[in-house]
């Protein structure tokens, strides 16, 4: 679901690429979950380190970064980014019940100028992608519960649609 939402978004935003990070919380790097119109010597450049890499997405704020080749701190990579054909970057935390749990990071070969209108939509879809997160989560718990309980458990988790 996660690599076809990122496909959806850069056909529909015309943009370069897009990346759903999750948070580890234990080694505070992100972790890739999806991605597409990057390429792997640019994905597996090194560890995003949350201190270093667009910091403020952490504490819950959006960050545009509207020109990659105008000297920026937020940046851990610089120069691979550019390398890459990266000209700018919207990085939006994903937060669930007040909590950072990843980042939606969106890439544009260009310069981008993007609207407040966007960027709160923007902002709209990262906590949606938040609420999917953590529907996941509960749900392979639910899962390896069941699994451990026996199957009389998983019946009675079974939707009534499914029974049939």
């Avoid at 890499?53 to 000297?71: H, L, R, W």
């Avoid at 920026?72 to 994903?94: H, T, W």
């Amino acid at each position: 679901m996660s690599n076809h939402l990122a496909q959806l978004l850069i056909a529909g935003l015309d943009i370069k690429g897009c990346a759903i990070f999750v948070l580890n919380a234990v080694t505070e790097e992100l972790e890739i979950l999806a991605s597409f119109g990057l390429s792997v010597k640019y994905l597996t450049k090194g560890p995003l380190n949350t201190p270093k890499s667009i910091n403020e997405t952490f504490q819950g704020n959006p960050v545009v970064i509207a020109d990659v080749g105008k000297k920026n701190k937020s940046l851990q990579y610089p120069d691979e980014a550019r390398r890459e054909g990266i000209a700018a970057i919207v990085s939006l935390p994903i937060v669930h019940l007040g909590e950072v749990v990843g980042v939606l990071r969106l890439y544009h070969y260009k310069p981008w100028k993007v609207s407040d209108q966007d960027l709160e939509s923007l902002q709209i879809l990262a906590g949606i992608i938040g609420l999917a997160m953590t529907y996941t989560r509960f749900h392979n718990s639910i899962h390896a519960i069941a699994e451990v309980l026996g199957h009389t458990f998983q019946v009675a988790l079974t939707p009534k649609w499914r029974k049939r």
